[in-house]
T-cell receptor
């Protein structure tokens, strides 16, 4: 019952920006957009989240459209270590975290 | 210091056995979770505890019983293990609202 749609896979050249899209057309007013990633054989790792404003931290930037129906996670300078499955998750602040199938990002040299 | 730690990292056991996986977090969080990731890589929530009380119990066989002796620990006990229980089990913790921190996982193999 994931509420988001993401491409199955994407490629990105090392050093270039990786832009990962996510559609969440049924998002409600009190729901946040969260991004996590899972590097092979590791536990999921929180990246960033936002409500309606764009957000930036040391890992990534999150751009949310004005109507909030879609968003883009930006890794400004992808490295090989960014190869992972990226999950876009929509949830209320105290709701459980439900993972979809995510986008498998492959960063190549 | 590891924020969320699980033991063991690997567990191989025979069908029918009973086993436990331990989880501890040193973040002072009040909510802890167990997730299961199967061979197809789907991550599914199993249980959630808030301040030692069960909050979420997804459709999980009652052979799986979580136990929270205190806020910092959430252990998972599994009775009568079956082949289909083979998976990677992740423990996580969070404040009631906010980002979740995950352990490194326990790879359970039932033979």
């Amino acid at each position: 019952d994931a509420k988001t749609t993401q491409p199955t896979s994407m490629d990105c050249a090392e050093g270039r920006a990786a832009n990962l899209p996510c559609n969440h057309s049924t998002i409600s007013g009190n729901e946040y957009v969260y991004w996590y990633r899972q590097i092979h054989s590791q536990g999921p790792q929180y990246i960033i989240h936002g409500l309606k404003n764009n957000e930036t931290n040391e890992m990534a930037s999150l751009i949310i459209t004005e109507d909030r129906k879609s968003s883009t996670l930006i890794l400004p300078h992808a490295t090989l270590r960014d190869t992972a499955v990226y999950y876009c998750i929509v949830k209320g602040h105290t709701d459980k975290l439900i993972f979809g199938t995510g986008t498998r990002l492959q960063v190549f040299p | 210091d590891t924020a969320v730690s699980q033991t063991p990292k690997y567990l191989v056991t025979q069908m029918g056995n009973d086993k436990s996986i331990k989880c501890e977090q040193n973040l002072g969080h009040d909510t802890m979770y167990w997730y299961k990731q199967d061979s197809k890589k789907f991550l599914k929530i199993m249980f959630s505890y808030n301040n030692k009380e069960l909050i979420i119990n997804e459709t999980v066989p009652n052979r799986f019983s979580p136990k929270s002796p205190d806020k910092a620990h959430l252990n998972l006990h599994i009775n009568s293990l079956e082949l289909g229980d083979s998976a990677v089990y992740f423990c996580a913790s969070s404040l009631e609202s906010g980002e979740a921190f995950f352990g490194q996982g326990t790879r359970l193999t039932v033979v």
